[in-house]
């Protein structure tokens, strides 16, 4: 694009014409709808802007007898002039700039286009061209993980729902298992700092304003340990039994509800009459995810008979006929249902799968051909790759998401949903999951104009509007050192578990090329010399920059504990090395409460006792 526009997500279609719009001193916003209304929210954020950028002022009208000579913005909605919802055209011509939306959500997104223009135009100039656009799906979500151990402050998310507002998501879900504050549940989430029924409905009034469905999302099966622990719901677990996982380790507590019990099904019932009416979505996501244990209990016989699959089909439907009865659509993550392929045509036809997966490689080709197949409606479910990495995973990111929108398109998804979950302590600091959020709004909004995605610039103009332009790159840089040691880890990074592991669980780890970890050190502590000279233009910069700086810090710290675990000779003192430990330490707690609420930091900061013993004996030793 001339005067090289970066926008995110870039649009369908972009026509260059002749001359330039400047506007005149006294000018006005137009409104011209059914219902102007409407229209009002839209119209306020772009005069805010344009009051903000070029400094005059914009009045907001519907009179059509204008002054002559005067140069106006007119905002009208028109559902004749395409017929893609939520598309929108916008035309800069010389004597005044026109955006037209198939419906307010259309031109709401149109304004979104056109102020990412006006950050980066060159005075008070904008070159005329028309853009027409609208979305590859019309379903495009972001999930954000508050149960393991963030709980975002209710102003950290109105920020995040300004920010993927502006990118053209529209559909937001927080992750639930135990950080909503359910009357009569308070031993579960008393320590979580949970979301409160008002906390919801003003969340969900701020999303509406701007055209995001707020959806609530509480798992309802596996992943219940957070309940289950307690002696007062131990009798709706599938098992109290140790249960060997998929993921090499024993769940030593209980993971899932017991499907087969009716009380289990009151007891989620319940959950649901407290949560529901705070959302005005009519939909829910009901998880039912990686129930590994089922069949190890109390379902065991009725496994014998029916099979695991037909168990947990029979489970799902009892609570898609609930929320059916309440007027709810069921999401559901689609999982274990793909584990039992001949069961999925006895899906409700409304129920929508979430065909999830977060590798670089995963099937959503072949998967989404299932689905497709049965005719249910589904979303595919990429994620940012951030968690149990430290730094991100960028080009795993970027593939994992290119797929899931080629998979979706090809085989008709309904929705994009992008994922950002917080396994493990959720240590992933917030700018690490930027990238994740950039591209899942590209990818999902048009794929053929977006997959070339120029990541850093993105980062730089219009993440974090940093004006020495350095940022997208170092967060690149430190998002590719999960890959660079030869070691392909699934949903993680060396670096995180390097941190998290005891020495003798890292032996499986081992290589011998030390030379890739202090380049690793080398490459990180440069980035930490970059960092210094970024200038973000936004009120929460200096977060932004603590949080880079603590990251990057326990990535380096992690290059010198592999150093310490793997090389015979210059190995990092173990004094120093918990004296840095410990002031890390000190910075995460910082960081955290500065956007989060302190409930799950505990839980978080757990994390560090085995790195902190170690060293602690290896001093003691020494």
Not at 145 to 158: A, G, H, N, P, Q
Not at 368 to 376: Q, V
Not at 454 to 469: P, W
């Amino acid at each position: 694009m001339k005067e090289n526009f970066i926008l995110l997500p870039q649009p369908r279609q972009v026509m260059l014409k002749e001359g330039n719009f400047s506007p005149t001193l006294e000018s006005a916003i137009l409104l011209k709808a059914e219902n102007p209304k409407k229209l009002l929210f839209t119209a306020e954020q772009l005069a805010n802007t344009l009051q903000n950028q070029w400094a005059n002022h914009w009045q907001i009208t519907t009179s059509r007898s204008l002054p002559e000579g005067r140069k106006d913005l007119v905002l009208t909605v028109d559902p004749h002039f395409q017929t893609h919802p939520q598309g929108y055209q916008i035309l800069i011509q010389p004597e005044q700039i026109e955006i037209l939306g198939a419906d307010p959500q259309g031109l709401f997104y149109g304004v979104q286009t056109l102020q990412q223009m006006i950050r980066q135009s060159q005075g008070k100039r904008l070159t005329c061209l028309e853009i027409l656009d609208w979305p590859d799906f019309p379903t495009r979500g972001q999930m954000l993980d508050i149960s393991r151990d963030k709980v975002y402050k209710l102003e950290t998310l109105f920020m995040l729902v300004d920010e993927l507002a502006s990118w053209k998501i529209n559909q937001l879900q927080l992750y639930m298992e135990h950080t909503f504050a359910y009357q009569g549940h308070e031993r579960v989430w008393q320590s979580a700092s949970p979301m409160t029924p008002e906390d919801i409905l003003k969340l969900d009034r701020y999303c509406a304003e701007r055209f995001i469905e707020l959806v609530p999302n509480q798992n309802s099966l596996g992943h219940m340990t957070r309940w289950l622990k307690h002696s007062a719901y131990r009798h709706l677990a599938e098992t109290t039994d140790p249960v060997q996982t998929p993921w090499g380790y024993i769940q030593e507590e209980p993971f899932s509800l017991a499907p087969i019990l009716p009380e289990t099904l009151t007891f989620i019932k319940g959950l649901y009459d407290q949560l529901l009416p705070n959302f005005t979505s009519n939909q829910i996501n009901v998880g039912c995810d990686e129930a590994f244990d089922i069949g190890t209990g109390k379902s065991k016989a009725a496994v014998e008979v029916q099979g695991k699959g037909q168990v947990y089909l029979d489970y799902l439907l009892a609570l898609h006929s609930d929320l059916s009865r309440r007027g709810y659509s069921m999401q559901f993550w689609g999982d274990l249902i793909l584990e039992h392929p001949e069961l999925i045509s006895n899906l409700p036809e409304d129920a929508i799968a979430l065909d999830w997966g977060y590798e670089g490689d995963h099937p959503f080709e072949a998967e989404t051909k299932r689905f497709k197949a049965s005719g249910i409606p589904f979303y595919v479910c990429p994620g940012t790759s951030a968690w149990n990495s430290l730094g991100g995973r960028v080009s795993n990111m970027l593939e994992n998401m290119r797929s899931a929108a080629q998979a979706g398109r090809m085989n008709g998804a309904l929705g994009y949903l992008n994922t950002d979950w917080g396994d493990n302590g959720h240590w992933q600091q917030l700018p690490i999951s930027y990238p994740g959020f950039a591209a899942g709004a590209a990818f999902s909004w048009c794929l053929e104009s977006n997959i070339g995605l120029n990541l850093q610039s993105v980062l730089n103009e219009i993440i974090f509007r940093d004006m020495s332009g350095k940022i997208g790159k170092i967060l690149v840089e430190i998002g590719e050192e999960y890959q660079r040691w030869g070691l392909k880890l699934p949903n993680s990074s060396p670096l995180f578990w390097l941190l998290q592991e005891r020495s003798e669980a890292l032996q499986k780890f081992y290589f011998t090329d030390l030379t890739l970890v202090r380049e690793s050190l080398a490459r990180l502590e440069s980035c930490l010399d970059q960092l210094d000279g970024v200038r973000l233009n936004r009120k929460d910069a200096e977060i932004l920059q603590n949080e880079l700086k603590l990251t990057i810090n326990l990535m380096v710290h992690a290059c010198k504990r592999a150093l310490l675990i793997y090389a015979s000779n210059e190995k990092p003192d173990s004094k120093l090395m918990l004296y840095e430990i410990s002031g890390l330490i000190a910075d995460y707690q910082t960081a955290w409460l500065a956007r989060n609420r302190i409930g799950g930091l505990a839980n978080s900061l757990s994390r560090f006792d085995g790195l902190l013993k170690e060293y602690q004996e290896t001093d003691e030793e020494d």
